[in-house]
């Protein structure tokens, strides 16, 4: 799913306010870090992320890993925080503009 540029900014807003929760550590993603990942986005469907690594070619190398274990979609990714969102189809918490 594809998010317009007026859902992204929607959910930009949304995200703002939000702190990290989930936080990558020294051994990058594992599978472990995509489970609690996406229980983090059924549960709440926008989070933010807080990537490791010194360089910003290793941060987007974690991003790429991340969106693609996980299938959710990237509304920001500012320094070392980055927030995605996956909609629920069981049970859908935000409602997106059109």
């Known amino acids: 799913m594809a998010l317009s540029s007026s859902q ?3 959910l930009r807003g949304l995200a ?3 702190r990290p929760v989930v936080q ?3 051994r990058g993603v594992t599978p472990a870090l995509l489970q609690e990942l996406g229980i983090a986005l059924d549960h709440h469907e926008l989070v933010k992320v807080r990537l490791a690594g010194s360089g910003r070619d290793q941060r ?3 991003l790429e890993a991340l969106l693609a274990g996980s299938g959710a979609e990237l509304v920001q ?3 070392h925080v980055a927030s995605l969102y996956r909609r629920n189809p069981e049970a859908t918490r935000l409602a997106l503009p059109r």
């Open 24 to 26: 990558l550590g020294g």
């Open 60 to 62: 987007r190398q974690q």
């Open 16 to 18: 703002h306010a939000l």
């Open 77 to 79: 990714h500012v320094g």
């Open 8 to 10: 992204t900014r929607y």
